[in-house]
């Protein structure tokens, strides 16, 4: 039986990108804005198969297994196998509760992925757990009163456009059954619209219908589906990849968490390892400081973080997500304020310690690279400072600041009193202005990243590309150099003397590169490269005195067509 080839990767299939400002009517998505936290989890009988076909694993996000990216199974094949999942360990109280404890304030849960298998007790199509598996139960019910009953909001992921066992569906069969041709219209009106009105009518208050991959679903369609949770739940959410701009904010694409801030209102969708399908292999968990940093410098950029979670087959959650999880949630139970109902940095980006959000006239610092010296460095601040404090859980210490060019010093004790993060609070005597210009951090390497380079003679543009299957990465860079081409930055320097400069760029062969001051030293260096982006030493970089520097770098020699630079590196030399 022959699919209908949808002939989209899986990036074009999420649709535009499009900035939204804060829907018009606010009461929806409260949640969102302020929880900036919240749970995804990927489950269905694809976590069963765990990304392992008669004895071969599979490598990438386990719920396209079933998809010729992966194991290509055919639909047949698939059903007998999803007739085996039976996941009995399933605790919908304690997903609830390990949602709560992990500092999430909802959880958006696969009611149905792109292999077309609902999630609940579904009227309108019999591929779902209560009927074609013994498991007679709907999980989705029981987690919607979880959530409740623990005070956390709930949302269900719909693959709406892509369904690979219905006939008609995006990627699914042409022909039904019987034999006859089956159209998108038919997977949509027999399927798609009524299941979507199932999900909407029948588990109480939803935050967000989270829409995947809409392709080319005509306008009409999803037109259609919007109607239907607007008129069923008023304040409910719809996700970025509804389909021509019609969701209600921003979803970036998969695992991107941005270095600039983005406008609106946006999320971020996060694994806590590689897959976000249960998958045997993988258990490269993300550390509970890593998924801080990920989460404050998200919601430091304007955004909301979801990070999810692949149940396992059997309906427990992996003993590793949940301890790491919870390990974060506990430094989030002490120090609520630096996460929720704040607002994005003034500085726009990171800071090489760590990274801000902030409250009105409250800027919180959150430092996860503690300074030995017990100096911390912030630059570009031009609100006064009223008070200064190192939080320590409920207690908090005044910490001395002093104010030097255009940076402050903060003197901050020797020794971190986190160990994951450690927040220092500070209060300013008006509202934050800012400065947002790279300053040379005199303790910590400070990384620039090609984003907020201003380019001539090159091309600067964003790139992203799949590790595994379905693992992105995402870069911007700086490529296609012609002679005389050069990426720039302004910098401040506080401490003069000499810096160590790196590069992180990828390339074919030997590569010479050079990096510069504008009116002042100049070095240059030759390398080797891969197609890897890989960081290597270039020199040191002499800045004279205090002040503001416009740092230049050119591709010189080498096939400086494929030279890709993604950030430079400054490190006082301290010698
Ligand atoms: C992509 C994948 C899908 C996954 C989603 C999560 O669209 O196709 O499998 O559920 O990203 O963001």
């Not at 990108?17 to 009517?25: G, I, P, S, T, Y």
């Not at 149940?311 to 974060?328: H, Q, S, Y």
């Not at 890989?534 to 416009?550: D, M, N, S, V, W």
Request: proline residues 5%; glycine residues 10%; hydrophobic residues 35%.
């Amino acid at each position: 039986m022959s699919e209908r080839k949808t002939g989209q990767g899986m990036e074009q299939m999420w649709g535009e990108q499009v900035v939204k400002l804060r829907a018009e009517d606010a009461a929806r998505g409260q949640l969102f804005s302020d929880g900036n936290y919240a749970m995804f989890i990927h489950w269905g009988p694809y976590s069963n198969l765990a990304n392992e076909v008669d004895g071969k694993t599979y490598y990438g996000i386990g719920e396209w297994i079933m998809h010729s990216r992966m194991a290509g199974i055919p639909v047949d094949d698939y059903k007998q196998r999803a007739a085996s999942f039976n996941p009995l360990q399933f605790d919908a109280e304690e997903i609830a509760q390990l949602a709560k404890d992990s500092g999430m304030k909802y959880i958006v849960i696969t009611s149905k992925h792109h292999d077309g298998f609902a999630m609940y007790r579904s009227k309108v199509d019999d591929f779902n757990i209560a009927d074609a598996t013994s498991f007679d139960r709907d999980p989705m019910q029981e987690l919607a009163g979880a959530c409740k009953k623990v005070g956390i909001g709930f949302g269900f992921y719909y693959s709406h456009n892509q369904d690979w066992t219905c006939p008609g569906g995006s990627g699914g069969p042409e022909t039904d059954a019987a034999g006859q041709t089956a159209s998108f219209d038919d997977y949509f009106q027999r399927k798609c619209l009524p299941q979507v009105e199932e999900i909407t009518t029948r588990y109480g208050a939803i935050e967000i219908v989270w829409f995947d991959t809409p392709g080319e679903m005509p306008k009409e369609y999803v037109e259609q589906l919007v109607a239907v949770i607007r008129k069923n739940q008023p304040d409910a959410l719809v996700s970025g990849r509804a389909g021509h701009d019609l969701g209600d904010y921003q979803t970036l694409g998969d695992m991107d968490v941005p270095l600039r801030n983005v406008e609106g209102m946006w999320e971020s969708v996060d694994t806590t390892n590689d897959s976000w399908a249960y998958a045997w292999y993988d258990e490269y968990w993300k550390s509970p400081q890593e998924i801080l940093r990920r989460l404050i410098s998200c919601v430091g950029r304007g955004g909301t973080y979801m990070l999810n979670v692949g149940i396992r087959g059997d309906g427990a959650v992996p003993k590793r997500a949940a301890r790491t999880l919870r390990a974060a949630g506990a430094w989030i139970s002490r120090y609520p304020q630096v996460v929720y109902a704040v607002d994005a940095s003034p500085w726009q980006h990171a800071l090489p310690w760590g990274d801000i959000t902030c409250k009105g006239n409250t800027l919180y610092l959150a430092v996860w690279q503690w300074p030995t010296s017990g100096t911390l460095y912030l630059p570009g601040l031009k609100s006064d400072v009223a008070d200064a404090r190192m939080l320590n859980d409920q207690k908090s210490d005044r910490v001395g600041f002093k104010k030097e060019q255009h940076w402050i010093r903060f003197e901050l004790p020797s020794q971190a009193p986190e160990a994951l993060v450690s927040v220092v609070e500070i209060e300013l005597a008006g509202a934050p202005r800012v400065d947002p210009v790279w300053g040379l951090d005199p303790e910590f390497c400070t990384e620039i990243q090609a984003e907020f380079a201003a380019v001539i003679g090159a091309t600067k543009d964003s790139v992203r590309w799949m590790e595994k299957f379905g693992e992105w990465k995402h870069v911007t860079r700086v490529h296609q150099w012609q002679a005389e081409g050069e990426a720039t930055w302004e910098v401040d320097v506080l401490v003069p003397g000499d810096y160590q400069i790196d590069l992180t760029y990828a390339g074919e062969g030997r590569m010479v590169w050079g990096v510069g001051i504008k009116g002042g030293e100049h070095i240059q260096n030759e390398q080797n490269s891969s197609h890897n982006y890989q960081t290597f030493p270039l020199g040191l970089l002499a800045f004279p005195a205090p002040g503001r520097y416009e740092v230049g770098v050119r591709c010189i020699e080498g096939n400086i067509e494929e030279g890709s630079l993604q950030s430079v590196h400054f490190t006082r030399a301290q010698w």
